[in-house]
């Protein structure tokens, strides 16, 4: 099995900063994407930033330039840093990781960290 623990979340006024923080364990041969999501109350989960194997990274329209995305592979831990808050940053933020097992990719789910950003 493969686990997947985050940390990093809690409480900010607006304009602050937090920094997430996922680390991927278990049986796996590697890990292709990692990333962020995010969901509000009432509101459908949504991509916040991914970075895959290579390097390359997507945010979505409302974090670029404030939030930035990285991974440390040697440690199968991904990180967001998380700048210039604002109360729509509001949400719980889950890590989720597709990860080789054997030859199948299969998809991960954090419990969720709540970030709460006050005005």
């Known amino acids: 099995q493969v686990q997947l623990v985050e940390s990093g979340g809690g409480f900010v006024q607006t304009g602050g900063s937090l920094r997430l923080s996922c680390a991927a364990s278990?049986?796996?041969?590697?890990?292709?994407?990692m990333g962020w999501y995010r969901q509000a109350p009432g509101k459908q989960r949504e991509l916040v930033a991914r970075v895959i194997s290579n390097g390359s990274t997507n945010y979505a329209d409302s974090v670029k330039g404030r939030f930035t995305i990285s991974r440390d592979n040697a440690k199968n831990t991904v990180y967001l840093q998380m700048n210039s808050l604002k109360p729509e940053d509001t949400a719980v933020y889950y890590c989720?990781?597709?990860?080789?097992?054997?030859?199948?990719?299969?998809?991960?789910w954090g419990q969720g960290t709540q970030v709460t950003v006050s005005s």
């Open positions: 278990g049986s796996f041969f590697g890990i292709n994407a």
């Open positions: 989720k990781a597709d990860v080789f097992r054997v030859t199948t990719l299969y998809a991960y």
